[in-house]
């Protein structure tokens, strides 16, 4: 690392990122006596399976007040007879579980799925503010035009800070004190409240991305509620945010550089035989100095940076993904910027995304200080520029009035945990998966060759170190390594 970089990471994360305070879990708060209101599903992909809602409280701190409904869909056990328990099955931030539970059974699910669908409930819980719970919904538009996240002067910083209010304030406006409790340890105390109506003594644990997060919270508050933990593409937020930034800005640049090192040798890409970095980045220059217009005006003029900010999802799922981004690109460089308007992952909310993100970001930053990190991040992801989701994190809250008071390990009584993570995802850097199996104790990280996230589905070497898990709570020796 050279030294100025070095020096620019150590000056922010004194004066930026310091650690999330640890807080011991508080004495959980009783969940109120809640049920369940069980019916059929009518979309046909859920037809052998059962949708259902349930009210737990706004504020857990007032379980007696307002209240916000959850929605659910469980897929029985395909074998009765031999059923173990219920999966919790939980999408990242923003993101609906259900959704994807959708997307997994037009691929196939159960298919090869084995134990997972055969002896367990599959049960998909769409977080409080998200997909089909009671959803957030704010009028205002998360960045207006004119308005960058990389402010070059203080002029652009105070409009950033002043946007960001402005969508606050509408957001709070339409969804009232929801907003403020959309936090970490909130969604950990409502999962228990479904594990208590489910009737379950202990719940199994799929978690994914931002749910990895979530699980280990879960496991902090509610200590021998968890009989088996899978975490997939696990994240760190115990180390000071300038860091999460840096390390999330330079995975998300190296699997942009694997993912032009694709186009390079694969023929059907659509930006083969061409040098794709020097492409994109002449497209991010040339939509930053004159933005270009959305065929349709269905949206704002798309800016360089909105591409930069687009990228990091679509270099999640190599083999699906990847080639979208070339096509992307192709289409941008020849006028029709729109596959940069909307996300890949049609299962993401970005508002929900954005105000969830929030809620557990707790660090606030100076002209100064971003200016500082803006040059740190300059020399680490010259291409993507550091559009990345904590940057996003950070700068997308900068001005809002609440602070979040995340709960934090020590986690105890909680099982040995399988924490499985790609060497070369887009969102998660390689590293979090072991330092997150840090505060678990007893875990495992089990190793996959590739880009992608949500491996089990991609995987059969995971299936089966997940399957184990699931049905034996056997975990593979430390070291080992999928490479299918």
């Not at 701190?61 to 869909?73: C, D, E, I, Q, W």
């Not at 946007?163 to 969804?175: G, M």
């Not at 991040?377 to 520029?385: A, E, K, V």
């Not at 099982?415 to 070369?424: D, F, G, M």
Request: charged share 20%; with cysteine; net charge neutral.
């Amino acid at each position: 690392m050279p030294y100025t970089l070095r020096r620019l990471l150590t000056a922010a994360a004194l004066t930026l990122g310091l650690p999330i305070a640890a807080v011991s879990p508080s004495p959980a708060v009783a969940a109120p006596a809640a049920s369940i209101r069980w019916s059929a599903c009518a979309q046909p992909e859920f037809a052998a399976a059962q949708c259902g809602t349930v009210r737990v409280p706004v504020d857990w701190s007032k379980p007696r007040g307002a209240t916000v409904t959850l929605s659910l869909v469980r897929r029985p056990a395909d074998d009765r007879a031999h059923r173990i328990g219920t999966l919790m099955l939980n999408d990242g931030a923003g993101g609906s579980s259900i959704e994807q539970l959708r997307l997994a059974l037009r691929a196939g699910l159960p298919g090869n799925a084995g134990a997972m669908t055969q002896r367990f409930d599959l049960v998909a819980l769409d977080p409080r503010g998200v997909g089909h719970s009671t959803p957030i919904r704010c009028q205002a538009p998360i960045k207006a035009a004119g308005v960058t996240r990389f402010p070059a002067d203080r002029a652009a910083y105070d409009r950033l800070v002043a946007d960001n209010r402005a969508f606050a304030d509408d957001c709070r406006r339409r969804n009232g004190s929801l907003v403020d409790h959309l936090d970490l340890t909130s969604t950990a105390r409502d999962f228990e409240a479904v594990r208590v109506a489910l009737g379950e003594r202990r719940l199994n644990w799929y978690g994914i991305h931002y749910s990895t997060l979530l699980g280990r919270t879960y496991a902090a508050l509610f200590p021998g509620r968890l009989r088996t933990m899978t975490l997939d593409t696990a994240l760190d937020d115990t180390v000071p945010l300038v860091s999460r930034i840096a390390a999330e800005a330079a995975t998300a640049e190296s699997a942009f550089d694997r993912f032009t090192a694709w186009c390079r040798a694969t023929g059907t890409c659509a930006l083969h035989g061409r040098d794709v970095a020097a492409d994109y980045d002449a497209l991010v220059a040339r939509a930053n100095a004159h933005p270009m217009p959305v065929p349709g005006g269905s949206h704002p003029p798309v800016t360089g940076e909105d591409i930069q900010a687009a990228t990091q999802d679509y270099l999640n799922i190599s083999f699906l993904y990847w080639p979208m981004l070339a096509t992307a690109i192709t289409h941008a460089t020849a006028g029709d910027p729109t596959d940069f308007t909307a996300d890949p992952d049609d299962t993401l909310d970005p508002v929900q995304l954005q105000v969830t993100a929030c809620a557990d970001t707790s660090a606030t930053a100076t002209y100064d200080q971003l200016a500082g990190l803006q040059r740190m991040l300059r020399q680490i992801s010259p291409h993507l520029g550091g559009a990345v989701r904590s940057w996003n994190a950070l700068t997308g809250c900068l001005g809002r009035p609440t602070r979040p008071t995340p709960v934090t390990p020590p986690v105890t009584h909680a099982p040995s945990t399988l924490v499985v993570q790609s060497t070369h995802q887009a969102l998660a850097p390689y590293a979090a998966g072991f330092s997150l199996a840090t505060q678990l104790p007893g875990s495992v990280v089990l190793s996959r060759e590739g880009d992608d996230y949500s491996m089990f589905l991609l995987s059969g070497c995971v299936r089966d170190h997940v399957n184990r898990n699931l049905t034996d709570r056997k975990l593979p020796a430390p070291g080992t390594t999928c490479t299918d």
